[in-house]
């Protein structure tokens, strides 16, 4: 049982809005690639931190034992609201980029890809949480800087360690995950967004107030 | 006979925003809407009676909004559809125009231009 449960009409609405948030941010990275980039429904749930690093490896688009890269990145609104995104790419996604930046094979190691996917990722993330957010908040979101926290582990390696741990403080939290793919150039990765307890109760009340409104 | 309409979304808050824009522009008017919350969900509608207008969301679970226009041209059934969607790449306006659609209205929805597309495609 969560300390917090959300409506099935609140987690419709909320699926809603992630869909049109998600929308914006594969229109900004299919700009980027010039391809056209798949979505699915966005999945989204509520669940015990505990629990989590089972789910990431369940829903990843990547295999768990298949080495991947972590980018994750913390964000807040005004103290109402706390989280955390995370995009997961695998190393066949990583290769895609060479192109877009003139990169070959040999300058696999280039710390030039490292700071793109830093770029990429705090765009998607950074782009598609604005969009949500602003439907949510007045005050703007901010962002802190994205790290990669992984490139070394496999998927299983990562969600025990990447997230349980720093996940432990908050109990229940609400996660997201949205998929990106563009088939032509192999480019997949994970988007995940995690809101902490505290930031749940909040976010139901507006949840509340907008299906009020609509009826 | 009434006028029927079926509402394609897998967000129950999607069809009811469209569903209380629809019925104000009905109002007085005979007219029957149905709904479907995926593509296969849709297409069992169909099969049963065939609408005379269609709204439809891409992004669903099971069978999605492109899958849905495929099915329908493979069985020749060509119903008049307004695409509402999340996707704003203009390559998805492009695929689902190629597939028939009449016009595609991004989301959210807005009652102004549910309103300025119906009447664009002569349906109020």
Known sequence: MNSIEFSHEEYDLLTELINVSMGKSAAELAKLFNHFVKLKVPALNIESSEVLPETIIKSSLFGELE????IQQKFHNDYSLKGEGAIILNYKTRQTILPLLELTE???????????????????????????????????TTFESPAITSKEENLRQVAYKS??????????ILYSKIDFIIDVVNFQCDLFFFI???????????????LEESS | MSFTIL????????????????HSFFTG?????SEAGNGEEALGKIKESVPHFMFLDLTMPVMDGYELLEELKTLDLNIPTVVISADIQEEAEKKVKELGVLGFLNKPLNQDRIADLLKEVNII
């Open chain 1, 67 to 70: 080495k991947v890269i972590v």
């Open chain 1, 106 to 140: 040999d300058d696999i190691g280039s710390e030039e890809i490292n700071d793109f996917l830093l770029e990429l990722s705090g765009q998607l993330i950074s782009s598609c949480l604005s969009n949500l957010l602003m439907e949510f908040f007045k005050s703007p």
């Open chain 1, 163 to 172: 997230f349980e741990f720093g996940y432990q403080q908050y109990g229940d």
């Open chain 1, 196 to 210: 902490d307890t505290e930031s749940l109760s909040h976010l139901q009340k507006i949840l509340q107030k907008i």
């Open chain 2, 7 to 22: 509402i394609v979304d897998d967000s129950e808050f999607a069809r009811k925003v469209l569903k209380k824009s629809l």
């Open chain 2, 29 to 33: 008017k005979d007219y029957a809407l």
